[in-house]
């Protein structure tokens, strides 16, 4: 069921996005220039997001869930606890993403800070929205993927712009 909504909306996306660029003629999106500490900046504000998010869920979570995980522990089912502890983490999840996409609305963004704001603005209103959009559930998404995979990110970006800068400073 999940896995052919997913095709659908996937086919959905496509269609959409192709029928707008080949009508609105988006333009390119420049990135304005941006230092290593900008980005590590924007990161570290993104993981202590995560953080807040991680330990407010946990401190709804644990006193509605643990009773009967410790219940199904107390009777050494093993089936049914892995089965319990399972949706536990679906629920975690689908509240993280939901909260992390609350978060996103209010005006905390992971791609936007990367945009140079002048020609954002200067850009057609439709692919303005869908910016935006696709903003908001990116960084919905990457909040409810947890401090550690955001820190997993930024360390990829570190390693690369360390390797990259070798590179440069190598001798021919």
Do not use: C
């Amino acid at each position: 069921m999940a896995s052919s909504s997913l095709k659908i909306a996937a086919v959905l996306i496509i269609i959409v996005g192709g029928f707008t660029a080949f009508l609105g003629n988006p333009h390119n999106i420049p990135f304005w220039e941006f230092k290593q500490e900008d980005v590590v900046r924007l990161f570290t504000q993104l993981i202590l997001i995560a953080l807040i998010i991680e330990r407010a869920l946990e401190v709804m979570l644990t006193p509605w869930r643990d009773p009967e995980a410790d219940a199904k522990e107390r009777a050494q089912d093993h089936e049914a606890l892995a089965k319990f502890k399972s949706e536990t983490q679906s629920i975690a999840f689908k509240a993280s993403f939901a909260v992390g996409v609350l978060v996103s609305l209010i005006g905390i963004r992971a791609l936007y800070p990367l945009v140079e704001p002048n020609a954002f603005a200067k850009l057609p209103w439709y692919q303005q929205s869908a910016f935006n959009a696709l903003d908001v559930l990116f960084t919905g998404a990457l909040l409810s993927g947890g401090a550690d995979g955001l820190h997993q990110i930024l360390s990829l970006f570190l390693d690369y712009i360390g390797k990259t800068r070798s590179k440069v400073q190598a001798p021919n």
